[in-house]
Structure formats: structure tokens, C-alpha cells
């Protein structure tokens, strides 16, 4: 008969061999296939970072890469619907969405997030959630200026602020905590969107991404 104590050994071991990122990487480079990884676009709302995301996932798929490209309007909408706009709850939503780009990265997909993540120990903790799997993480700061963004204001989210229709807008009256070391840090100021697409595929080129 087998014990309990057996059983939750047998469990280990099938779970850590799951996780094993040197064999799933192995199985990848036998199968042709370049390995993932996680792109994690962050800035203020309508920084263009689904935009240039958008542009980027084009551009790879042309390229014959497995990419997608994790909307956090869509994610919001299916996988984190059961949450606000706390702090907790925000850092509850960076984590979620990690762990699918975590997923998706370790199989060789390449993940494109375009997701605001406003809180710096957030996102440390997914890209540490990645360096225990071995999957590749590349923050991209998509720095564009406060007043370019209200002034592109897409969804209507600054004019709704001003107008006191809501509260807790990221970068105006709730935190934004700027990337201290990013792989990229993009100023999309007189660039095209095809432009800024290039600079962070330049950087994935770099780390043998894309």
C-alpha cells in the first residue's frame, strides 16, 4: 500500500519534472524551434504600448515566431475579472498575467504584454518567477512623457480624471514606479510605431530572441 508521505514524494518528483526548463529547452532545440520568452511592455496609459506591441508581434510573426501578444483589456475582461484597481488586486493581475506569459515563454512562444504594471516589486516578482524557470524576461519601458499621453489620451481615461469622473489613474493620482533597469528604455518621441517596434526587436536580436 502506498502512503501518504510515498504519494506526496511521487508528486514532487512529477511536478519537478514538469518544470524541468533544461529538458523542455532541449526538446525545443530538437524540435527546430527557437526558444520563448516574456516581453513586458510598461508605462502610463496610452504610452503606445499595445500599439507598438501590436506592430512587433507583426513584424516576428513574418519572421515565422510563435508570438502572442496578452491584451490587458482582454485579461481584465476573462482571467482577472474578479479584481480592482487596489494595490493588491493590481499586483494579484501582474502576477496572473506572469505566470500565462511564463507558460507561454517556456514553450517557446514569444509573449508580448503591454500591460502597465504600475508597481516595481510586481513586476520583480514575475521576472523572478522567470529566472526560476530559466525563461527569458525583457522589461521594456515605454517612456513616453505624461503630457504626450494625456495628450494622446486613447481611451478617454485623462479627460474622465479631470473631470473628476474617476480616481486612481496610473501616473496621475496613483503610483507609477519607473523601471530602475529595464533591458530597454524607449522614448517614443519622434519615432513611428514602426521605429519603436524595431528598437525593442533590436533588443530581443541582442539576447538571441528574435
Known amino acids: 500500500m502506498t502512503t501518504e508521505t510515498e504519494r506526496d514524494a511521487s508528486y514532487d518528483t512529477e511536478r519537478d519534472a514538469s518544470y524541468d526548463t533544461e529538458r523542455d529547452a532541449d526538446a525545443l532545440a530538437s524540435a527546430g524551434r527557437r526558444p520563448g520568452a516574456t516581453v513586458w511592455l510598461t508605462g502610463l496609459p496610452s504610452a503606445g ?14 519572421d515565422g515566431r510563435r508570438v502572442e501578444l496578452l491584451d490587458g483589456d482582454e485579461l481584465r475582461a476573462h482571467l482577472t475579472a474578479d479584481l480592482g484597481f487596489s494595490r493588491d488586486d493590481r499586483d494579484t493581475n501582474v502576477r496572473r498575467i506572469g505566470f500565462v506569459a511564463g507558460l507561454l515563454a517556456r514553450n517557446g512562444v514569444i509573449a508580448l504584454v503591454p500591460v502597465i504594471a504600475p508597481y516595481a516589486a510586481a513586476r520583480a516578482a514575475v521576472r523572478a518567477d522567470h529566472d526560476v524557470d530559466g525563461t527569458a524576461f525583457v522589461e521594456v519601458h515605454v517612456a513616453t512623457p505624461l503630457e504626450l499621453c494625456a495628450e494622446r489620451d486613447v481611451k478617454g481615461l485623462y479627460a474622465q480624471q479631470r473631470a473628476g469622473e474617476i480616481r486612481g489613474l496610473t501616473g496621475v493620482d496613483d503610483p507609477y514606479e519607473i523601471p530602475l533597469n529595464p533591458e530597454l528604455r524607449l522614448d517614443t518621441q519622434g519615432l513611428t510605431v514602426e521605429e519603436s517596434a524595431a528598437r525593442v526587436r533590436a533588443a530581443l536580436a541582442e539576447r538571441g530572441i528574435a
Do not use: P
Open 49 to 62: 504600448k499595445s500599439t507598438i506591441a501590436r506592430a512587433l508581434a507583426s513584424a516576428l510573426r513574418a
